[in-house]
């Protein structure tokens, strides 16, 4: 699989429920983060959880991270209609020379559909 | 009101004209940032700009594209000859202040 992978590809619940979307990735990361993007619409941060965290909350929304696997997942609780949208993970791979330099890699996304 | 306001919101062009896609930010950045979404594909990074000079670019980057900031706030991508497969959605971004990323609305390049 490819750096930041998100699985499914596609998902659709009912408002009120919860969705779960996972990523996974290849390279040490410095941070994961998410993104949202709704149809046609520049993307939206959400969450950064870095690579010493394994859990951040953030409202409804709640990411963790395993660097053992490689792998994160996004849960947004008690969903609703305007949640639907296309959601992004994105790894800052580590640098020999440390920091960042926001140079980020995206994964193909979840699509998300919240029925109401 | 958004961090970055990108001009135009669509373009159309024919293959082999010159493109110029722009961003504005807000508020002054030294690090500027492309990116680009083909139709239903995921997001790529294409170069970083630092204190007007490219710091890293990516192989999509060749020599068709340039970046520059012409007037000290307006920072621009300019794609030379437009190819059919630039179609895209062309993305401005600034560093956010906790390690994240700034997008704006992006520019729809469809090229014929």
């Known amino acids: 699989s490819q750096q930041g992978e998100e699985d499914p590809q596609a998902l659709s619940i009912q408002e009120g429920e919860n969705a779960t979307m996972n990523c996974s990735y290849k390279?040490?990361?410095?941070?994961l983060q998410w993104y949202r993007q709704n149809s046609g619409r520049g993307l939206v941060h959400l969450i950064l959880?870095?690579?010493?965290?394994r859990e951040k909350h953030s409202g409804r929304l709640r990411v963790t991270l395993d660097t053992s696997k490689k792998s994160s997942s996004l849960l947004i609780t008690a969903s609703r209609a305007a949640d639907t949208a296309s959601y992004f993970c994105?790894?800052?791979?580590?640098?020999?020379?440390?920091?960042?330099?926001?140079?980020?890699?995206f994964g193909k996304g979840t699509l998300l559909t919240v029925n109401p | 009101e958004p961090e970055v306001t990108q001009t135009p919101s669509h373009q159309v062009t024919q293959m082999g004209q010159e493109v110029i896609l722009r961003c504005v930010p807000i508020?002054?950045?030294?690090?500027f940032y492309w990116y680009r979404q083909i139709l239903g594909q995921k997001v790529e990074f294409l170069v970083s700009?630092?204190?007007?000079?490219?710091?890293?670019k990516s192989e999509i980057f060749d020599d068709q594209f340039s970046v520059e900031r012409p007037d000290g706030s307006n920072f621009t991508l300019k794609i030379r000859s437009t190819k059919l497969e630039d179609s895209a959605m062309y993305f401005c971004?600034?560093?956010?202040?906790?390690?994240?990323?700034?997008f704006g609305n992006g520019t729809r390049l469809t090229v014929t």
């Open positions: 994105a790894t800052d791979e580590s640098r020999q020379s440390g920091g960042s330099n926001y140079k980020l890699t």
């Open positions: 390279t040490s990361i410095n941070n």
């Open positions: 959880i870095r690579s010493n965290e």
């Open positions: 508020s002054n950045h030294l690090y």
């Open positions: 700009f630092y204190n007007n000079e490219i710091s890293e």
């Open positions: 971004a600034v560093p956010g202040p906790t390690l994240h990323l700034h």
